[in-house]
């Protein structure tokens, strides 16, 4: 069993979080803020058998796109010279776990 962390864009997550239902992955949703922007983004829980990890995490890829933002770090909206003016957000940011145990009653 493992467990797959995915932060992916607001914008995308509803049509992602379809997708991995389509193919019975079972899915919760997150609502979370990137550190670097404060921006709301969306992190999905997906616990699944090891064997399924490579197909979901091919759903997430095919549903997120990548996006220029205007950095404003730290939600202060001051410039900061020694920080990017634009930076690249998502596809997805995907983590997998190990779990070493899983119920459910
Ligand atoms: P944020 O932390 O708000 O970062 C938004 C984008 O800003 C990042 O896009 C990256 O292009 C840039 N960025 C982040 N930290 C930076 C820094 N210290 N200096 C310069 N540029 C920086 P993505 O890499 O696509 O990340 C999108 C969101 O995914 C992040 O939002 C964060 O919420 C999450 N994320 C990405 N990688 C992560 C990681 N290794 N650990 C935890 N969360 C991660």
Redesign the pocket.
């Known amino acids: 069993m493992k467990l797959i962390l995915a932060?992916?864009?607001n914008d995308d997550s509803a049509v992602v979080a379809g997708a991995l239902s389509r193919e019975y992955f079972t899915v919760t949703q997150l609502s979370?803020?990137?550190?670097?922007?404060?921006?709301g983004?969306t992190?999905f829980l997906v616990g699944t058998p090891a064997d399924r990890v490579e197909r979901a995490i091919e759903i997430i890829k095919e549903h997120c796109s990548?996006r220029v933002?205007e950095?404003q770090?730290l939600g202060t909206g001051l410039k900061n010279s020694s920080?990017?003016e634009n930076?690249?957000?998502?596809?997805?940011?995907v983590?997998v776990l190990d779990v070493e145990k899983h119920v459910k009653f």
Request: aromatic share 8%; no cysteine.
């Open positions: 932060i992916v864009n979370t803020t990137g550190g670097f922007l404060m921006v983004n992190t990548t933002k950095a770090p920080l990017p930076v690249n957000v998502g596809g997805a940011a983590f």
